[in-house]
């Protein structure tokens, strides 16, 4: 049961860093943003675990952030990619941590009902964790692999498609 939901919360990390990648980022920027997003999956449902409840009560909607989060991503990434600047160097550590939080929202989620699926909760984060980092590995390595291919325009679809997710999010 635990695989079957680390690998549902890592395909939103998959998708999005696919998106993300299409920006053609080196190896260390791949590298740092998998490894902040399986941190985020460690830490997030735990955080859930010991703080929804509350949390929840004062924020109504959190699609919301997330929403908001990966339409300010996206418009960035459109708007990069018509600068005459390298795109490689747009990666910030404020991106990466936006992006790192941004999917991991839903980990914050499954970490409110963890006590219910299963009591090991450092070896369910952990789980989490790993599963998180590599979807999120493959999806920078794949979408680095479309822009070689096809170049600036993979950049402004994956723009368009987080801004996209985001109003998924919105929706739902």
């Known amino acids: 049961m635990i695989i079957i939901i680390a690998i549902s919360l890592s395909m939103d990390a998959f998708s999005l860093a696919l998106a993300y990648g299409t920006l053609n980022l080196n190896k260390k920027d791949i590298y740092n943003l998998s490894l902040v997003v399986g941190l985020y999956h460690f830490i997030m449902p735990l955080l859930g675990l010991f703080f929804g409840n509350i949390i929840l009560n004062y924020i109504n909607n959190p699609n919301i952030l997330v929403f908001l989060i990966l339409f300010i991503i996206g418009i960035e990434m459109i708007y990069e990619t018509f600068k005459k600047e390298d795109i490689k160097n747009i990666v910030s550590f404020k991106?990466?941590?936006?992006?790192?939080?941004?999917?991991?929202?839903?980990?914050?989620?499954?970490?409110?009902?963890?006590?219910?699926?299963?009591?090991?909760?450092?070896?369910?984060?952990?789980?989490?964790?790993?599963?998180?980092?590599?979807?999120?590995?493959?999806?920078?390595?794949?979408?680095?692999?479309?822009?070689?291919?096809?170049?600036?325009?993979?950049?402004?679809?994956?723009?368009?498609?987080?801004?996209f997710i985001g109003f998924m999010y919105l929706f739902t």
Request: net charge positive; hydrophobic share 50%; with cysteine.
């Open 95 to 163: 991106q990466i941590l936006l992006f790192g939080l941004a999917v991991s929202i839903d980990s914050f989620s499954v970490g409110i009902g963890l006590n219910v699926i299963n009591k090991n909760y450092l070896y369910c984060s952990t789980i989490f964790s790993i599963f998180s980092l590599s979807f999120t590995y493959l999806g920078l390595v794949l979408g680095k692999k479309i822009n070689n291919i096809i170049g600036k325009t993979s950049t402004i679809i994956g723009g368009i498609v987080l801004i």
